[in-house]
């Protein structure tokens, strides 16, 4: 294929890529694909030991390619040694709180480290998972121009709303960009949004306590406000596009579907009548932060999303169903993460 490296295939070798923060959500799904199409991965997560990664050893391909290297993002040599070999790099390892937590430090020194080890281990190309956290948040954007990979989030703004998480991704996407330029290494940073979809590892991460929040039901009612989603399989897809791609440059949006979320719900109830929802205005409110943005650079790059937003419900719901997640503990109320504190009133 014209432009796309051969799948796995580099001179005849199998190419060996790196996977940072393996076993999370997004990246587990990424190791799936990679495994899938003949890659080698080096796979890093903090605890090879710990029974939340063991789903990584499961997947097909995984007894012949897949190594677990442990590193934290802030131990270059652990890192070093989980690239060395490497064509190819997918950086995801990023804590994404729940609460207010600062994540600047893994975030931003843990993307540098990353780069600097890739420099100096001749890794080819880096791929950055950044997020629309780091796209949205800019009350400068026209509300009526849909935001393309044009428009950042304005760190003031962020940190008035003490959205830290979304300073962090800001200020590490942007870190990794100007790396790039000035220490000539191919970088291209990916922002997805909300990704949903089924599970393959044991935890919830917090995309997944969103969606669990709206059908288990708050104690607040949520603004009708839009909410981009996409997902995880799509997300993996495009990691690899990207960096399969030879011509993919700088910075790709990733988030095909925008609903509001009345409508979220509606699909959510039609499917799954059974569940104690959360009440949802039905005013769309004016003049909200997140405006339609546009997934077109990665499109024209051949990006195809092969789900639709009721697949993914649809998809998210079974995995909850699977892991008994929609039963109600005594005791531990549902709570909204405040990285989406803008769905209810305050
Ligand atoms: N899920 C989404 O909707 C979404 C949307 C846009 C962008 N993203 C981005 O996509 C990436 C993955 O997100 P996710 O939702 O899949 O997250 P997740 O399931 O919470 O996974 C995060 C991963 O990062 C690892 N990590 C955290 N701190 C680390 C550190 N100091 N050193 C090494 N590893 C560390 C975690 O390892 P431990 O298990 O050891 O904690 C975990 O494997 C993140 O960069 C996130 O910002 C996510």
Redesign the pocket.
Known sequence: MAGRMEGARWSGKTTVVCV?????????WLVKLLLSRGYTVHA????PR?P??AHLGRLEGALENLRLFK????DQNALAAAVSGCQGVF??????PTDKSEVLA??VQ?TLNILQACSANNVQKVIV?????AVHFNPNWPQHIPKDEECWSDINFCKKNEDW?MVA?VIAEKTALEYAEKNGLNVVTV??????GPLL?P?V???HEFLLYIIKGGPTVMKNIPWHIVD?RD?ADALLLVYEKEKSARRYICAPNCTSAIDLVNMLKKAHPNYNYVNCSNDLVPNSIVTPLMSEKLKNLGWKPSKTLEETLVDSVESYEKMGLLQDVEGCPCRLPHLFHMAIEK
């Not at 922002?191 to 949903?196: G, I, K, N, Q, V």
Request: charged share 10%; aromatic share 4%.
């Open positions: 940072t923060g393996a076993g999370g959500y997004i990246a587990s890093t997560v903090r605890d710990d939340k990664n590193a934290d993002v802030l950086h995801l390892a990023c804590p994404v893994p975030a843990g998972v950044s997020s629309t956290a998480y991704k922002c997805p949004t909300m990704a949903l590892q935890m991460n917090v995309s995880v997300v």
